[in-house]
């Protein structure tokens, strides 16, 4: 499963952006996903993941009621609807590929895109 992930940009705090993550490979529907990011100067950190059918989905305490993830597996898509963006959640955001479902473990996840930069003005 390849994985590439889009949507990033500039967008002052309070505003919203989409990001989509597009697989190639026909197995990707079998596959869960998550989101993670990184800060400037920090760790990669879990964002959200979810399972394979979409039935399911698991959020990081700091997106939840913030942040949607869905998928279209017809379109081998995933995304991350993400509002009332802070300054907090500039970061560049990565979308991977796992058999573990709703995992928020780095290790557990077999592909990743290659990430898209979000920043959040205040």
């Known amino acids: 499963v390849q994985l590439q992930a889009s949507g990033g940009g500039l967008v002052q705090a309070g505003g919203s952006l989409r990001l989509s993550c597009a697989a190639s490979?026909?197995?990707?529907?079998?596959?869960?996903c998550g989101w993670f990011r990184q800060a400037p100067g920090k760790e990669r950190e879990f964002v959200t993941a979810i399972n394979w059918s979409g039935g399911s989905t698991y959020y990081a305490d700091s997106v939840k009621g913030r942040f949607t993830i869905s998928r279209d597996n017809a379109k081998n898509t995933v995304y991350l609807q993400m509002n009332s963006l802070k300054p907090g959640d500039t970061a560049v955001y990565y979308c991977?590929?796992?058999?573990?479902?709703?995992?928020?473990?780095?290790?557990?996840?077999?592909?990743w895109g290659q990430g898209t930069l979000v920043t959040v003005s205040s």
């Open positions: 490979g026909r197995a990707f529907s079998s596959y869960a």
């Open positions: 991977a590929a796992t058999r573990v479902p709703n995992s928020d473990y780095e290790s557990e996840y077999d592909f």
